[in-house]
């Protein structure tokens, strides 16, 4: 079984930086795609970044492409998403995913929801003007 943690979001201005990390534990850490979500109030939960598990390929959203980016350890077993120039948009829950099957792609991202099979509890980020 694979759980996932992510780090505690917060409240930052527009403007602020954040960075989120989430760990993983129970299964091979450098077996999995990873990948960022989130989810506005009444919207439904939309694709962030994802990295292939060999860390070699990464995806963006356009609306964070040239602002936040992905990364991951494997000593550590976590991922990480650094978010710059936040602006009040990007206020939402949080969530990191990761795929534990077809472990033999190691280098291709996923963006979609139904293509990971673990998830984060999820954490706030409120970024406020």
């Known amino acids: 079984q694979v759980q996932l943690v992510e780090s505690v979001g917060g409240l930052v201005q527009a403007g602020d930086f954040l960075r989120l990390s989430c760990a993983q534990s129970g299964r091979t850490f450098s077996s999995h795609a990873l990948g960022w979500f989130r989810q506005a109030p009444v919207k439904e939960r939309e694709f962030v970044a994802a990295i292939s598990s060999n860390g070699g390929k990464t995806e963006k959203a356009d609306s964070v492409k040239d602002r936040f980016t992905i990364s991951r350890s494997n000593a550590k077993n976590t991922v990480y998403l650094q978010m710059n120039s936040l602006k009040l948009e990007d206020t939402a829950v949080y969530y990191c995913?990761?795929?534990?099957?077809?472990?033999?792609?190691?280098?291709?991202?996923?963006?979609?929801?139904?293509?990971?099979?673990?998830w984060g509890q999820g954490t706030q980020v409120t970024v406020s003007s």
């Open positions: 995913a990761a795929r534990d099957r077809e472990w033999y792609i190691t280098s291709y991202y996923y963006t979609r929801t139904d293509e990971y099979d673990y």
